[in-house]
């Protein structure tokens, strides 16, 4: 049987942009969470998020010229991409098949130029007859919309800058499953190795939502934490007080190759993708299912992939990185979930949300959170939920509450939930030879 290992990773967050001082700062308890300064937030219920910060894409491209404009989630991309592409040795690997690498991004949309659309909009609008003339609104659309811009909006365009970047011309795919996407785009990207239909693919999320109608969607949906207190103590994931997620952005990328042809180039395999499960809860676009059918649906076809007794005798995972939003219903479902498929071992197995430290990544959560757990491994230290100050006595699992730990971590598992009921989980396994 084909295995599949990661030989690199990258990220951008709103931690930081590199591997290692993200996951000094994770590992110190500290968040990226801050007010909002992209735009003018302060009318707004939410005035907080996590914002990428001192982050240059051109930096991380060969020749920025070709790039065009890229929108942020692109920019995003090609700076994780880097890191991933360049820790797994293929900057210096000169018998690449671009036939058989591939790529499969969970990449969430551009962004609106919602200024300009606002004012083509009001200059449109016919009082008169209560409705936008479309003549008018083509014309100032011509003149005030720039075509970079609306192609950028396309969320198929973050893999079309990185696939240009790297010569990657096999199996290409982009999936859009919401905050399940890149976990998604990293359990198919598996599957597309398993059945030898590439070699190496680069896969991962990217996404931003931080800008005024992302803002406003989400509030309307009365999801984000409204905490006008210090930033960095809004997202509060298991916490009683919980309020909502907060928002954030950025992109996490990983470089999956099969184990042949990772050792026959000579790369160091960090960790092996033993498992993925999918479902879907077919019952609300914003809500879970009240008894948590979906997320255990996916964490049942996760274990049984990998071949692994939830009801062992021992704990059979060592950490599970949660989706943990910090919303009242995600939080109490995805632990009744995890009782539901480990039963009396659940106690034992800790479980963190990395979203208190650098909030919600939408489309990217899944990918930075597998990172994460990679990390895990990699230094047998857990990371905390931070800001679990004020436990619900209803939610009684190891949160890992505020300060990391260590602990001997052979075996991951990593959730992600979407709006729309797309539920999927990866395990994952310290890689042995």
């Not at 009683?240 to 026959?264: K, Q, Y």
């Not at 992600?416 to 395990?427: D, I, K, P, R």
Request: overall charge negative; glycine content about 10%.
């Amino acid at each position: 049987m084909t295995r599949v290992v990661i030989t690199g990773m990258g990220w951008i967050t709103p931690l930081g942009n590199d591997i290692d001082s993200v996951w000094k700062r994770m590992v110190a308890s500290e968040s990226g969470i801050g007010k909002i300064d992209r735009f003018d937030a302060s009318s707004f219920p939410t005035t907080i998020a996590g914002q990428v910060r001192n982050f240059d894409w051109t930096q991380y491209v060969k020749d920025p010229s070709k790039h065009g404009h890229p929108a942020m989630n692109s920019q995003f991309a090609l700076g994780a991409a880097k890191q991933a592409w360049e820790q797994a040795g293929l900057h210096e690997f000169d018998a690449l098949n671009a036939d058989r690498a591939g790529i499969y991004l969970g990449a969430g949309e551009g962004v609106l130029d919602f200024s300009a659309h606002s004012t083509i909009d009001t200059h449109a609008w016919d009082a008169e007859d209560g409705m936008i003339d479309p003549v008018a609104w083509a014309k100032f659309a011509s003149e005030r919309l720039e075509p970079w811009g609306e192609v950028e909006q396309e969320p198929n365009m973050p893999l079309w800058h990185v696939s240009k970047e790297y010569g990657l011309m096999g199996p290409a795919f982009n999936c859009l499953t919401a905050c399940a996407a890149s976990t998604q785009a990293i359990g198919e990207a598996a599957s597309v190795l398993k059945q030898g239909d590439a070699d190496i693919m680069l896969s991962g999320g990217t996404h931003t939502m931080l800008h005024a109608l992302g803002i406003t969607g989400f509030n309307r949906l009365t999801a984000l934490s409204t905490f006008d207190g210090n930033p960095e103590e809004a997202s509060k994931p298991f916490s009683r007080d919980r309020g909502g997620f907060v928002m954030g952005e950025g992109s996490g990328m990983l470089v999956l190759e099969t184990l042949e042809h990772a050792l026959a180039r000579g790369a160091t395999p960090f960790a092996e993708i033993v498992g993925f499960g999918s479902s879907a809860d077919a019952y609300r676009i914003t809500d879970l299912h009240p008894e948590g059918r979906g997320p255990a649906a996916a964490m049942h076809g996760a274990l049984k992939q990998a071949g692994i007794n939830p009801s062992s005798d021992t704990p059979p995972i060592g950490y599970i990185s949660a989706h943990g939003t910090g919303t009242q219903e995600n939080d109490s479902i995805e632990t009744m979930a995890i009782k539901k498929v480990f039963g009396e071992n659940a106690k034992d197995i800790p479980v963190s949300s990395i979203k208190s430290m650098m909030g919600h990544l939408i489309a990217a959560a899944g990918s930075v959170e597998l990172i994460t757990c990679i990390m895990t491994m990699q230094t047998n230290t857990l990371v905390p939920t931070i800001n679990l100050k004020n436990p619900d006595p209803e939610l009684d699992l190891d949160y890992v509450p505020n300060t990391s730990r260590e602990s001997d971590v052979d075996i991951c598992m990593s959730n992600s939930f979407g709006f729309g009921g797309q539920n999927n989980t990866l395990v994952v396994k310290r890689y042995d030879d």
